[in-house]
Each structure stands twice: as structure tokens, then as C-alpha cells.
């Protein structure tokens, strides 16, 4: 099985790779599942159900999220409905919306989905590590699910390598977001999780992790700044690509992709 | 001129890195100038003199440092009579050690190297934009100086970014450094100076950041822990190469190096 | 001389404390001078230039700030030609305002007056106790000013501490404020500098840190939460009276002061 | 029922504080149980089994700790043989020891005593809050225990005073530790939990939060610096009194306790 991750989304700048991109990807790297992160795509902060839908039109399967999970309040009308849209897994009980699910793929087989936050640097979360092993507990890759991912959204390079390290051989892929730089460690972990560190945003490189670039300055610099606001020059499409064994659902094969705006290309070679 | 820096050198296994491709890569790759973050090169924790004079004796002409600059105690009775190892910038007034320094090249060109600590999620620090700034007014590149290079020991991608935003245009290359893991976004700017996040570690990356797994995992799972050490695997050696203008000191050519080890291999197509 | 801070004025509860009982304490404990800390008092963020004047009209002398400084955006219209509103001091170059001051008393005397953010569990700024040094050697208590009040606007008690320890012998009174509670450990320190770590809030103390309770409950309980708004019960007036040495400045006499609300009563004995 | 709770036991001077007070205070406030915050007792880091038995032997009932629980490493030893030494409730499953107990009094009534640790400016760890609601409802107050105290060992003066709310009327005392400064806002909250933000050091208050002042000043003004050690100064006892009452367990009277050494003191009038 194929399946691609595209990082977080940010703005219109990224929106517009995504609704150009996915659908032509979908056919040169026949992918059989593709997932976003979507926490900035609304002009940085949060999504829109108006972008959900413009997602799943073009190929989009599910939509995780991150942090900004709740920035546009709508989010929380519609997201119990919509199992497509996943927010992190240990946010407290009684929080709106699931943290994992498995999907139906068109040809019956399984794929499971789960985004977890870190700890470290961020807001105080039940630990992510115990809490999704007892998930995986009961989606065992091979056996109820063809394909597994993990999205580890956090800061701390250690807490997110750690996670891979945790679960090697029970997903195909663990990946990180929220840094909005890709990583270059793309790689297969010793007992077949592929592995990276940060996938990367999908957004615009002449920026300040994707923001347009005065207002993060003036904030390092300065007391008082302005709004941030998103770039708006094109966009780089940053992605892990990944290749799975149909018998074990681990991967044979891991891949970055970036596609346009300022990052040096890369596309796997099938 | 062509120069290339190195990120933190991890223990043993990064040395050995280190010391055995360094002179093949000052030949294949025609390099004017070398730059190494030794940091974590003492069994992960700070740096000796006899690791300083054996990165010399292969073709280091720079060392950096960063949060761990202190951890072996020895460097506090050498570092103030060696320019040639660095300490971040925004240290406290009366810390041994300098931050910057202006090299005498071989061919009488001069090479500026500066170090600071980024403050997101990390220890309180003076300002090291405005501190930064107030440095280069005096080493302007292409007047003063023939090539420059910024390291930012950072935590946070946004904090990095933009500080590569605010020197473009003043330094040959802003690169950050302490994650421990090489980003894939190396750019240049608009204004020229090349850019990388992080430059990524040298060492074993079937680790938690070049650390052997099993204790950082104990770390985010545990309350009690045993003591981190290296990973031994074979290193991945991770740097970026530039390529400057003669005559504006700007840069021609930014690539990311990445040799040996678990991860893609990359070098520069010269 | 007799000298009150009042710590963080908490909204309209605060407020009422203030305008009500400062008139009656000036004549009760025969005050030279007032200070009171009002970053909270425009509905739990920042102040306004109507509730400055009203301050003024009871006879408070000089407001102090902190984190909460530009809640109120217009702040930034009048802060420079306003020298009795200060900012803290170790903010930006550039940053509107000032952080210290001298004031003319009516009876020709000079107090000093000077407010510094803490920086652990903070954001990044610059060294407030270097900065604090260079500032009172040109304003040496006993010789150019009659008394002098230190704030540090700080989370860590540690910090606060090390700060009275560090001006110990320098100023009248070092007092913190921002953890919205008053400690007990009213003291005069070794060399004749009066200390508190925390003066408390002028606000109602069923609630949270000023807060009415059930919205901070929610935050620290789920994901998703209300807007904070202040508790509207009666306040404690939390505040700290010191008596200077009129040779030497430093302090004679230290001692609490809570009135109405909650809390234990006290009012120094004269 | 009558009890006391004694703040962060800080080396030598704070023992024997302890040491020395408890057996009269046990006579003259008619304690019917004592519990002490150890977690600093052996020279400032942990405590050691034979402080532990020193304690016991003057009459206190049980200790609690917090982050230092671990310092001495054997604790680790006996702590899973010893129910009169908590850890906090919220560590990870598997760590060794127990995060609260029912002690029989000699009268045969029951005494719960609970410790969490706050997750503000702190290590990530599991929600405190709806852990200790879980346990809680499976000990009433009043039903199946006669008294019960919540430590709260916390930074953050919001986290602190939360927990008092989310408690008030299921526990008897609800009191933070941590900070190392006694606060002055001993109250009963509006559904009868007495309720203080912070218990305060049993140690020097001529100090940094217990420390010998000089290294911790240099900790906030230098990169590098010596070994903290305890100031050995005469200590000033701080503490929480509560009065129950005998049906419910909900609290009649609270009182600061702050014995010897530089602070006010305080003692309740009975
Ligand atoms: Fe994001
Ligand atoms: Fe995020
Ligand atoms: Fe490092
Ligand atoms: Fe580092
Ligand atoms: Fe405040
Ligand atoms: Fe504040
Ligand atoms: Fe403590
Ligand atoms: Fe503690």
C-alpha cells in the first residue's frame, strides 16, 4: 500500500498546493490513502468545514490537526460528525471530536490514523506514549489494520524521535508536525516503522515558519508587535511518502516529497 | 570560497566521523574553511582540549558550542586563550570565552564565525538579535570580512527563521544548530545569505537524538531513569556547504551534506 | 518616611479597594508616598488612562505594570509623557514608556521607583539584575534619592529572592508582585533592604488568582474554555508598608498590609 | 481533630526545626496528626530513611515529598515497604511508592493525606486534577474519613488555587507546597476546605528559598556557577493548622504556624 502524509497547511498559500497537487500525486505515485495536517490552513489559525470539504474533494482522506485544533470556534459544531477530522488523542476526556480511527478503504482494507501532542515545551497533556499503546493494543498492523499511522505533533526533536523509537515495528509510519520544517531523516526504523522527524509545512519558505516575516522579527526583537499573518508566496508541498509490505503493513520504502516554492525538490523514485 | 559546517558532533561515534572524512571532504568538495559544532563530542557532554587539537590536526578551523559548552569543566581554564573555540555570544558579561571572532585565512582572506543561543524554551539570555547586530555593524561582509557564518543554538524553528530573516543580506550563512536533526529546507535567502534550520547531528541516528534509546523512551514513560550515553552506530556526518561570492561575500550555493549512517545521502553537485 | 504598595489591582472589585481606602491609609499610617501595581485593573487586563487619573485623584504617587502593560492598547498613546506609569524596565530598546523614575515629593524629597520583569517561567528578556545594577549606581539611596522601591514582576520565588539578596542594602524595599498572592515573609534583609516576594492582589480571593473561579477551573480541567473575567466579591486590599531611616533610606520598619475580603487582617502597629 | 502540615523541610536547619518543635507543638495545639514535606530534609535534595525514622520518632505522622523525592536514591528502596512516605499521585504508572494513603489514628479515626504535583512551568505529567477526583470519591469525607489533607506541590500560584476550588468541600485542607515562601491567604473556602497557596520552608529565610544565598544569586546573573547548599541560619518553622469539625471533616478554623528564625511569627490563638 502507498499512503502520503503532507504536512501542516498553511493558508492560502498552502491550500492552493494541496487542491492543485493531491490529485495529480495521487495518480503519478498511485497512492491508495492520503492524509493532511489542516491546523492552519484557515489564514493560519485553525480550519473551516468549507476546508474540510474542499480536502476530501481533491483526494484528501483524513484531516489531523494540532494545537490550533480549536482556533475557529465551528470546529467544535461538526467535529464529533466527522470522523475524518481527528484531533489529538490526549486532550483531557470530555474534549470534542477522537484522536484515532480506523478507515474503510475503498478495496475493504484498514488503515488506522492517530495524532498525539508532546509535552515537552507545550501545553500539560496526559502522556501520549502509554496512551496510545494501549491503543495500538487493539489495532495490531498486520492483523486489524493494513496501515497505521502516527502523527506526533510537538516541539521537542527527542520526544518525537523517542515516539518513533516506542513504536517501531507496531505502525508503518510514525511522522511529526508543528515545527513547519521538514526534516531530512526520513528512514526505516530497525523493526520496519518508517520514520520522521517533522514533515514540514505545506506553505510558503520566504517566511518565518510560514508566517509573513516582519511580524515574527518585530516579536523577537520588539515588546509590541502586529498580527501575524500567512505568507502568500507560493507554496512548498512538503510530504512523507510511503511504500508499506501488504503482509506486515510495515514499510519497504520511506520518502520525502517537496514540491514548488523555495525547497530543493524531491519525489520518491518508484 | 567555499566552507562547510559541520553540526554537533555525537560522542565517539561522531568523532570518528568527523576525523576520518573531513580531509577527503576538504579535497573532493575544495574547502576554504571548516566549522564544527563540538558540543556533545565528549561522550555526548561538552568537549576536551585533546578532542579540540584532534579536530585541528584533521582540518577543523573552527569550533562551536552551545548549552553544553560548560559540561566538562577543563574548557573554563583553556577557552579564553583559544579563538579558534566558541562559546554562544549572549552569554552573561564576565563568562569565559568569546563568542565571535574574525579568522585569518590561510590566503590572508578573513572568515567571521559567531555562536548564540536562541531563548524560546530555553535558559533566560540576552537578546541575541540586537547583540548580533551590534557585532556586525563592525564586520561588514564583502568590506571587512570575506565570508560569514551565524549559528543559532536554538530550540524553537521560529526563533531560527527568523534570525536567518534578520541577518539576510549580512552574513554568508545563518545555520541553526541543537536539535539534532538536519532540516531540508536549505535556501537562500533574499538577500543571499544561505539558510538552513538545523544543520542536524554527527552521529548514530538509530538513537533518540544520538543518544542510545532505551533511556530517553524511560525518560517520557518513567519517572526514574538511568543515565544517557552515545549511541554507537556508524554516524551519519550532517553539514551544510556554501558557496560564496568573491566579492560580496553572499552566497552562490547552499547544499546539505549528508554522508555515512541511516540517512539519505546527499553531497553538492559542483 | 512612610511608604505603601499596593499589589496588583484586579479589576472593579480592585479598583474599589484602591479609591476607597489609599485616602483614609495615607492619614491612618501617615503616608510620604503610594505606589500601587495596576496591570490588572482594566477588567483583569491592563489599564486605562481613566483609571490611572482616578488613581491619582486618592493619592497614589506612582502606578507600576508588568506582563499585562499593553493590554489596553491605548497605554501606547500616553505612556511617554506620562513618568508616574511605568513599564518594566528590562524590555526592549524601542519599547514605549520607562521602567524606573525619580519623583520630586512635595516636600523636595526624591524617590525611586523602578519595576523589573523576572525572567524564569517568562519570556525572554534581558538581564533585569544587571540592568537594575547600572541603573542604581547613578541613583544611590541616601545620597541622590530618600527612598526607593524595587518591583520584580516575576513568577519564581527564586528569582524574587535572589533579586532582594542581590539589592540588599541598595533600595528601600524589594518587593514582587504578579503571582497575585501575598507571602508571609515580610523582612528586613541583612543590609537594611525591606523584602516581601509577593505583595498579593488588591481582588476578591474566592476565585482564582483574581479570577472568577469556574473558567480557570476549566482550563486546568479541559481543552476548551471560557473567557476569564474577573470575580466580582469583595477584595482584600494586599499591600506593603515600609518606614525608611530618614539618613540612610533603607528600611526601618516592614510590614503587611490586608484589609476587607477574605483574608487575615493586618495593618502595621505604629 | 486538630492537625498540622509543615512546608519543605530544607537540610540541617530546617530538621531541627522539626526536631525540636513538634513534640511541644503537638502538646500545646493539641495535634491529633502531623505530616511534614520532606522532600529537601537531607541537605537540601530527597530525604533518607534515617530522617525519615527521626521524624516518626518526634511525633510526626507522615511525609510527603515532591520533584526531589528521588534525590536520594534510596529512597527507592523502602518506599514501596514505608505507607508514611508519599510521592506524588500523578507520576507514572510503575513508579515506585504510593501517591496517597488512609492512616489509622490511635482513636481509630482516619486520616487521608494525598500529594500531586502541579504540571504549570513543571515536568509533563498526568492530570492531577481528575485523578485526585477519582480517588476522592472513593474516600468521603465524612463518611469514610474523619480528616483529609491535598498537598498540592506546584508552581504556579493559578494551578494551586484551582486545586483548592475544584476541592473546596471534599477534603479538609487543601495546601501547596514548592515554592519555599509561606503565603498569607489562609481562608476557608465558601464549601468548608481550608485552603493556603503555599505551606512555606521549615529553613533560613536569610537565603534563596533555603539556599545559601550567594550561588543562587550567581545563577541568575552568570553562566557558570557553584553548588547550591543549604543556608544554615537558625530556621523559621512554617506551617498549616486546621480545626475540624468532628462530623463533617470539613475545616472550623485555619492558621498560619510560622515559629523562630527571621519571619513574623504566628501562632493560632486557641
Ligand atoms: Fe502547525
Ligand atoms: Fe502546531
Ligand atoms: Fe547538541
Ligand atoms: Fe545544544
Ligand atoms: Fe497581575
Ligand atoms: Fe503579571
Ligand atoms: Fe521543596
Ligand atoms: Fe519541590
Excluded at 470546529?75 to 484522536?99: K, S
Excluded at 499573518?229 to 520511506?254: Q, S, Y
Aim: contains cysteine.
Amino acid at each position: 500500500m502507498r499512503f502520503l502524509y503532507c504536512g501542516d497547511v498553511m493558508g492560502r498559500s498552502g491550500r492552493k498546493a494541496i487542491l492543485e497537487q493531491i490529485p495529480q500525486l495521487r495518480e503519478t505515485l498511485g497512492l491508495d490513502f492520503v492524509i493532511v495536517n489542516g491546523e492552519n490552513s484557515a489564514h493560519g489559525f485553525g480550519i473551516t468545514r468549507k476546508i474540510c470539504d474542499a480536502f476530501y474533494d481533491v483526494g484528501v482522506d483524513v484531516i489531523t490537526t494540532g494545537n490550533h485544533a480549536w482556533d475557529q470556534r465551528e470546529v467544535m459544531n461538526f467535529i464529533d460528525d466527522e470522523p475524518r477530522l481527528l484531533r489529538p488523542l490526549n486532550y483531557p476526556e470530555g474534549t470534542p471530536g477522537r484522536g484515532f480511527h480506523v478507515y474503510e478503504m475503498k478495496d475493504n482494507r484498514r488503515f488506522f490514523v492517530a495524532q498525539v501532542m508532546g509535552r515537552l515545551f507545550m501545553d500539560p497533556l496526559d502522556d501520549p506514549f502509554t496512551m496510545l499503546s494501549a491503543v495500538l493494543d487493539k489495532h495490531v498492523l498486520g492483523r486489524d489494520v493494513h496501515g497505521a499511522l502516527v502523527d506526533i505533533h510537538a516541539e521537542a526533536t527527542s520526544e518525537k524521535m523517542a515516539m518513533g523509537q516506542y513504536l517501531d515495528g507496531r505502525v508503518s509510519l510514525v511522522a511529526g508536525t508543528h515545527s513547519h520544517i521538514p526534516t531530512a531523516d526520513a528512514q526505516i526504523l530497525p523493526n520496519g516503522t518508517a520514520y520522521q522527524t517533522d514533515v514540514g509545512m505545506c506553505g510558503d519558505y520566504d517566511s518565518v515558519i510560514g508566517m509573513e516575516k516582519s511580524v515574527p522579527i518585530e516579536r523577537f526583537t520588539k515588546k509590541i508587535s502586529g498580527r501575524l499573518t500567512p505568507a502568500e508566496g507560493p507554496a512548498t508541498l512538503c510530504a512523507v511518502f510511503v511504500e508499506t509490505d501488504d503482509e506486515t503493513g510495515l514499510a519497504k520504502m520511506v520518502s520525502p516529497v517537496r514540491l514548488g516554492g523555495r525547497l530543493i525538490e524531491i519525489t520518491p523514485t518508484l
